[in-house]
């Protein structure tokens, strides 16, 4: 039986060491991140009360006195695609994000198209609680100098 056990863990293990590769990561971060919901998480697609579709857009500068500022620029584009009751009490919802995030004076620029969707359900009778769910693919182009 232990045997087994440890066979198991080794099968898990080489299999993660197999997959591995090399990930690099830089998040874009806006100041004002509740108005940047698709770079959040993608269970905040469509997770809005008002008309079926919404677009933001929203620009940051961080270091603008330094020679090599930083800049991000996004535009996302989301909304309900089908909502199975009454109201807004249950939507299936969609959305598209781009980025543009570019440091250090251009030695870096990263070039993305994200395309998500999510569900979400509101759990209570007075509206206050949400169980949402969501996922999101992105094509992603790094350049440097």
């Known amino acids: 039986m232990k045997r087994k056990h440890t066979r198991g863990i080794l099968i898990f293990i080489t ?4 997959i ?3 990930v690099m990561s ?11 919901p698709m770079s959040i998480s993608p269970a905040y697609i469509g ?7 919404r677009i933001v857009a929203n620009s940051r500068a961080q270091w ?9 620029n996004s535009v996302t584009i989301d ?8 109201g807004e009490l249950h939507n299936l919802s969609g959305g598209v994000m781009l980025l543009n995030d570019r440091s250090l004076g251009g030695a870096l620029k990263r070039n993305s198209i994200s395309v998500g969707t999510s569900y979400y ?10 169980l949402g769910i969501g996922m ?3 094509y992603l182009i790094v350049t440097g100098k």
């Open 47 to 53: 997770n809005y009360f008002g008309p079926k579709a």
């Open 136 to 138: 999101s693919g992105t």
């Open 15 to 18: 299999t993660l060491q197999l």
């Open 121 to 130: 359900q509101v759990l209570g009778d007075d509206g206050n609680q949400y």
């Open 26 to 36: 830089q998040d874009p971060y806006f100041t004002q991140f509740h108005e940047a």
């Open 79 to 86: 909304g309900k695609i089908k909502s199975f009751s009454d």
């Open 64 to 72: 603008v006195t330094t020679s090599n500022p930083y800049n991000t």
């Open 20 to 22: 591995g590769f090399k």
